[in-house]
Nanobody, 116 residues
Framework: QVQLVESGGGLVQPGGSLRLSCAGSGFTFESYVMDWYRQAPGKEREWIAG????????TYLDAVKGRFTISRDNNKKLMYLQMASLQPEDTAVYYCHARVRNLPRWGQGTQVTVSS
């Protein structure tokens, strides 16, 4: 059974940092491209970062480039999103995603709230 489980969200002040984690199980974690998405209140879910299976290649939405860093540890079957210089507009539920066996797989999401 494919599972993705996010953790690490919370409340942070503007300018602060958080690190999100995504634990994968039920599939060959190291074989799949993975992504982070987010969904802000009243908005559609948007892709924000992706990482290749081996972790050598990363891509970012322009709005987070230079502030967010995606990474992965295939030995631990974990993917990370290090977020810095957080702003109120980064408030959203953050989801990890992988397309496994030709089906999109999502975690349950973790809430990030940026507020003073």
């Amino acid at each position: 059974q494919v599972q993705l489980v996010e953790s690490g969200g919370g409340l942070v002040q503007p300018g602060g940092s958080l690190r999100l984690s995504c634990a994968g199980s039920g599939f060959t974690f190291e074989s799949y491209v993975m992504d982070w998405y987010r969904q802000a209140p009243g908005k559609e879910r948007e892709w924000i970062a992706g990482i290749s299976a081996a972790g050598a290649t990363t891509t970012y939405l322009d709005a987070v480039k230079g502030r967010f860093t995606i990474s992965r540890d295939n030995n631990k079957k974990l993917m990370y999103l290090q977020m810095a210089s957080l702003q109120p507009e980064d408030t959203a539920v953050y989801y990890c995603h992988a397309r496994v066996r030709n089906l999109p797989r999502w975690g349950q999401g973790t809430q990030v709230t940026v507020s003073s």
